[in-house]
């Protein structure tokens, strides 16, 4: 559970780091944080590689949970400080809005997932009973961030809702779904690692 | 037990133990047999999964085994 936590937080930091103006190579921040994603699941195939050999490795549905969650923390990071800064309500068709960059990670995205794809993978009943739970969990946390949204809308003295055009709604409403997603995988990984708990008791030798 | 499957009383089994009587089966060739991830064997061996009907026949099958022979309920005192 500290390990899904520590991956979760840690991505999501990268992804604010990235907006906020810490880019350590002359490369735009997209390409950083699309590298990192890629190099992060050539990471975790080699790590579960290693693991395959004690038995303790996991499934096809964990391991793409992960990945989903890696990539969605890092882009909901990247895209929420974007939306935060002051500014980024003007939307425009050109300049450094964030979109070429949130893009350019959401490709590296798909090549990670490249990078893990594996032919024979199957999922079986035990499998969709968990998804089925981080589902129910990720579709409570939907409402409850739209309600939250809504009342805001509704609700907020008109000087606060200055910033609030069009553009940043539904980038708003983008990022409510994306944190939603976050949500049900986090629920997905920490319903297997609940699972794993006496993974040693149970493996074979 | 596993989230999405709420059990008051743990499924025990002896799965483990005929895999052994049944040529040392491994957890991949059981998991193969039946359609399910060595994962999930890994689960149902340690009780933290309690399986579908028609999985725990289907395990029942490969072992020549009635259900109830391959799981029982755990006995609380």
């Not at chain 1, 794809?117 to 969990?137: F, L, T």
């Not at chain 1, 708003?172 to 794993?196: D, E, F, K, N, P």
Request: aromatic share 8%; glycine share 10%.
């Amino acid at each position: 559970m500290v390990r899904v936590l520590s991956v979760l937080l840690g991505f999501l930091a990268l992804g604010a780091a990235l907006a906020g103006g810490w880019n350590p190579l002359p490369i735009r921040a997209g390409y950083v944080g699309g590298a990192t994603l890629v190099l992060a699941a050539l990471a975790a195939r080699w790590y579960w590689r290693e693991r395959q050999v004690s038995g303790d490795d996991p499934g096809a549905a964990e391991r793409h949970a992960w990945l989903c969650m890696v990539g969605t923390a890092l882009i909901c990071g990247f895209v929420g400080v974007v939306l935060m800064t002051p500014g980024s309500e003007i939307h425009r068709s050109v300049g450094d809005t964030g979109g070429v960059d949130s893009w350019t990670m959401f490709a590296g995205g798909l090549i990670a997932w490249g990078v893990l794809y594996d032919r024979n993978a199957v999922s079986d009943e035990r499998d969709r009973a968990i998804d089925a739970h981080a589902q129910k969990i990720g579709y409570a946390a939907l409402v409850t961030l739209l309600l939250v949204l809504l009342l805001a809308l509704g609700l907020a003295p008109k000087h606060a809702m200055a910033r609030f055009t069009h553009w940043l709604i539904a980038n708003t409403l983008l990022m409510l779904i994306m944190v939603a997603a976050l949500i049900q995988y986090a629920a997905q990984l920490l319903g297997y690692a609940r699972s794993a708990l006496q993974l040693d008791r149970g493996a074979d030798a | 037990m596993i989230a999405g499957i709420p059990s008051t009383e743990p499924i025990d089994n002896q799965i483990r133990r005929l895999r052994f009587e049944h040529g040392e089966m491994t957890q991949e060739a059981l998991a193969k047999a039946v359609g399910i991830t060595r994962q999930t064997v890994i689960a149902l061996e340690s009780s933290r999964y309690a399986p579908s009907l028609e999985l725990a026949m289907k395990i029942a099958e490969v072992f020549s085994a009635r259900v109830d022979e391959v799981f029982y309920r755990r006995k609380s005192d």
